[in-house]
């Protein structure tokens, strides 16, 4: 079943909206808000729906609910999957990343800095050779310490959720 589109001339235009004619000749004319038809009438659905979308500053692109819903949902989801990455320690805030890494290269440093003091006695009258491979197991001892993750460091940063 077709629908039939109702039609009417500026005068009836006016007098459904409650406007006068000139207002509406206006919108038509110097503001481009209400379309007139080819014939000079108005399709009266479409000519009121202009005006009303004009009126109260609505946007002509109607928003589909459904599509709205479902980036609702999708926010939702994720939000929901990054709280249960966070319970299993896969995920740490950034500020608890931060800390936990400042922890460990002030350790690192204070370790590094200290070697020359533990060393030296160690190395005192030694060959060039022993010195560079007595530093070098030194220094990959401290960094063993640094490559090991352990989600375990990031349970004392943590607001103690449970």
Not at 47 to 61: F, G, V
Request: proline share 2%; charged share 35%; aromatic share 6%.
């Amino acid at each position: 079943m077709e629908k039939k589109e109702l039609r009417g001339d500026v005068n009836y235009l006016a007098k459904l909206l409650g406007v006068s004619v000139r207002r509406v000749n206006q919108m038509v004319t110097n503001e481009g808000k209400i379309t007139k038809e080819p014939e000079g009438d108005f399709i009266l659905q479409k000519a009121i729906s202009q005006y009303y979308m004009a009126k109260y500053k609505l946007s002509q692109d109607n928003v589909d609910y459904n599509h709205e819903k479902a980036l609702h949902e999708r926010a939702k989801r994720k939000l929901t999957e990054m709280e249960v990455r966070k319970r299993s320690n896969e995920l740490h805030e950034a500020a608890d990343v931060e800390a936990v890494l400042t922890d460990m290269l002030v350790n690192l440093r204070t370790k590094l800095l200290a070697i020359p003091a533990k060393m030296a006695t160690q190395l005192a009258e030694r060959s060039k050779e022993e010195i560079e491979e007595l530093l070098t197991k030194e220094i990959e001892f401290l960094l063993l310490e640094v490559k090991d993750y352990k989600p375990n460091m990031f349970e004392m940063s943590g607001e103690g959720e449970e």
